[in-house]
């Protein structure tokens, strides 16, 4: 197939990067002028550019991309998360002039600006990751324009709320239920959708997925499981999923503290009292330990990347796993019916779960990739487990 060479003609607009603590990056403007503001984070994945700004893990940050070259491959809509970009803008070093790919449908340019997002290019992106190392997360303001004003910028984002005590997963859910019938990318089909498994006798488990922010991958791997898949608001109580009558229930990824989901707490203690098959991801996994009596925490810097090395505590084997969180599980007086099944071979944290005694368990990263490496599908095959023995 030939090469699909994209070029573009950027605005070079003025662009300047604030933080809260008065520090400033300037640079070149790209996508659509205006002002965003967020929590500041990087992330270290060497690709899978589209699919981080479309997670809605995202939404209410300022995202740096630590990889040099961001754009080079265009968008197209098979590479998507959700249906928008959520990250509030985009901070990169380099934003070449042609985007080149067999698959590319438009410019990240052009996306952000359908989108109205602003980003930021030819920004010292080493020197702002430093800092945030050394700092930690924290707000800041992007603003992109014909003319910017820096002091307006540091006081934008002065005044930017913490992420810490936020609810956002009400934003980024669904507002009603649907059913997800999508498995994942064919290759040999040139990347149309897969048709999934065939149709078992007797049917398929039904698993309901309560969205706080779902990634399609995870939607399309529990098809690939075998499942018939329910995606309903983050907000449904107990008895409404339960009179859908599944198999399972997946709690899925979002953004924010899971502190003031107190409606999500209370299903998930609803779900353990009833032993449902359960599987948290991401913040569903620090809402299921929160359900289970445990505690959670805010991170100095948060983990976002493809290369984080997570080690089995059963088994002693290590993964390397995508992630993409600022919140953790606390580790000090955990329950003793919650048993860690996961660690974290940077910083030490937890990154699996599970409840003694009931088919539970989460798992602190993104099992699903998307992008990211493939170590930790396994996971989904033990929840299938559970799940099939109860439609059986």
Known sequence: MPLNRRSQTLSHLQAVLALEDGELFSGVGFGAPGIATGEVVFNTAM???QEIITDPSYAGQLV???????????VNPDDQESDRMHCAGLIVRDYPRYASSWRATDSLDAFLKAHQRPGIFDLDTRSLTQHLREHGACNGCLMVGEQIDPNQAIEQAKACPSMAGLDLAKAVGTAAPFEWTEGVVNLAAEWQP????AEPAGGRPHVVCVDFGTKRNILRLLVESGCRVSVVPGQFGFDEIMALKPQGVLLSNGPGDPGPCGYAIEL???????????????????LLALGAGAQTVKMKLGHHGANHPVKDLDTGEVFITSQNHGFAVDGSGLPEHVVVTHQSLFDGSIQGIRIKGKRAMGFQGHPEASP??????????????WVSADHA
Request: include cysteine; proline fraction near 8%.
């Open 47 to 49: 690709s899978g550019y």
């Open 64 to 74: 740096t991309l630590t990889a040099a070259h961001i754009g080079n491959t265009g």
């Open 194 to 197: 897969g048709e999934g498994p």
């Open 268 to 286: 998930v203690g609803e779900l353990l009292a009833h032993d449902v098959p359960t599987f948290g991801i991401c913040l569903g996994h620090q």
């Open 372 to 385: 990211g490496p493939h170590d930790l599908y396994p996971l989904f095959k033990t929840f299938m487990r």
